[in-house]
């Protein structure tokens, strides 16, 4: 009788701990995670410690995001203004005296090496959350402007930085918040237009636009490279069409079922560059084939279907456009990954989530989840 009543208060007590946790996203989370830690453990075998550093990561992730869940979003929404204002005056510091590698400027040391631009990824949909939260029912046009001000100085500092990846990631993110507050098509729509006009312009001019000594306005060499490199990777097959041409030999040689775990020929002999990071979806793609890839791809759909559920029914205004942001972030990072490693995107530095190796990405991953997590736990709460 005792033993049964301590039984029952040992889970009772526990039980509080993981109340915040949702269990669809949970799932989705781990049935990624276990694709990662496999991936890696292939991948990156003879690459020293990356499979152990890897799941190191992943539980810091785990518990960052098991903390964050527990934290209600209005005390989430107490952080908006510090913590974007602490983003923008540390890429103000990158800017002026920040550390450069391999000819970017974007870390600081401030007794340790940070990347600023990452708190940018959380921090820019948290503050346009709270600033269309604090104009509930009275949105004006000018309220949008004041939104683009306010995403367009962190992303400009990113871009000078230059790193195009975490600029659009950040770009997506606070445009995501400005979208679900209920931005106009005809702000959306002009600038979609002239987007698509350019590209089309970029690929019939192709031969003109990327020919030796051409320079385009606006763009960084490296990323007038980038872009011509994607339109025509045989130009330099040996140099910068070599990533975009080994990563579509590897995703064409995985076939269907593909060759096998542990049995990646361009994984192994070393032909993919950058295998456990940026390009683990081609290491993938090549021991798990177009099977592997198509349940990959449904785990992202069903977590990016429910961060959007958990968005809808979010109870407060600060609450859907946090969670929808939060979800559209995962969205970025899996479909910019690959689509640069299939060739149909420009290479940029982004991770493919929970799969490639990396620790500062992987943090700001498991505060997305904990953030999904806490709205989602709160909307239980109102509900009850």
């Not at 269309?132 to 004006?140: A, C, D, I, M, P």
């Not at 994984?267 to 090549?286: C, G, K, N, W, Y």
């Amino acid at each position: 009788m005792a033993t049964h009543f301590n039984k029952i208060s040992l889970r009772r007590r526990i039980a509080p701990w993981f109340a915040g946790i949702d269990g669809p996203l949970a799932f989705a989370v781990f049935l990624l995670a276990c694709a990662g830690l496999l991936t890696m453990y292939s991948s990156g075998f003879d690459h020293g410690t990356r499979f152990e550093d890897h799941a190191r990561n992943m539980l810091i992730a785990g518990t960052i995001m098991f903390v964050v869940a527990q934290v209600p979003p209005q005390r989430l929404m107490a952080l908006a203004v510090p913590l974007y204002v602490l983003g923008v005056t540390l890429l103000v510091g990158v800017a002026v005296f920040g550390v450069t590698k391999k000819g970017a400027r974007r870390w600081l040391n401030i007794g340790v090496t940070i990347q600023p631009s990452e708190i940018l990824k959380i921090a820019m949909p948290l503050m346009l959350a709270w600033w269309f939260q604090k104009r509930e029912g009275q949105l004006r046009p000018l309220d949008f402007v004041v939104a683009g001000a306010l995403l367009a100085v962190p992303v400009g500092l990113i871009i000078k930085q230059p790193d195009l990846g975490t600029a659009l990631l950040v770009l997506t993110a606070g445009m995501s918040v400005m979208f679900f507050a209920g931005m106009s098509w005809k702000l959306i729509v002009p600038p979609v237009v002239l987007g698509l006009v350019g590209v089309a312009l970029v690929v019939f001019f192709e031969p003109q636009l990327c020919a030796d000594g051409v320079r385009w306005p606006v763009l960084h060499d490296y990323q007038q490279q980038r872009i011509c490199t994607l339109l025509d990777p045989t130009r330099d097959p040996l140099g910068k069409g070599f990533h975009i041409i080994q990563g579509m030999i590897a995703i064409g040689s995985g076939g269907v079922f593909g060759m096998g775990f542990m049995q990646g020929t361009q994984t192994h002999l070393e032909f993919i560059p950058e295998r456990t990071t940026d390009f683990i979806f081609a290491s993938f793609s090549e021991e798990f084939g177009l099977l592997g890839n198509l349940l990959l791809i449904t785990a992202f759909i069903f977590l990016i279907l429910r961060g959007l559920a958990i968005a809808l029914e979010a109870p407060t205004l600060f609450s859907r456009l946090l969670a929808g942001a939060a979800t559209m972030i995962f969205f970025a990072y899996a479909f910019v990954n690959m689509g640069m490693v299939s060739g149909i995107l420009p290479v940029v530095g982004v991770p493919l989530p929970f799969i490639s190796y990396g620790g500062t990405a992987m943090v700001t991953l498991g505060l997305a989840l904990g953030i999904l997590m806490s709205i989602a736990n709160s909307k239980r709460l109102v509900q009850s």
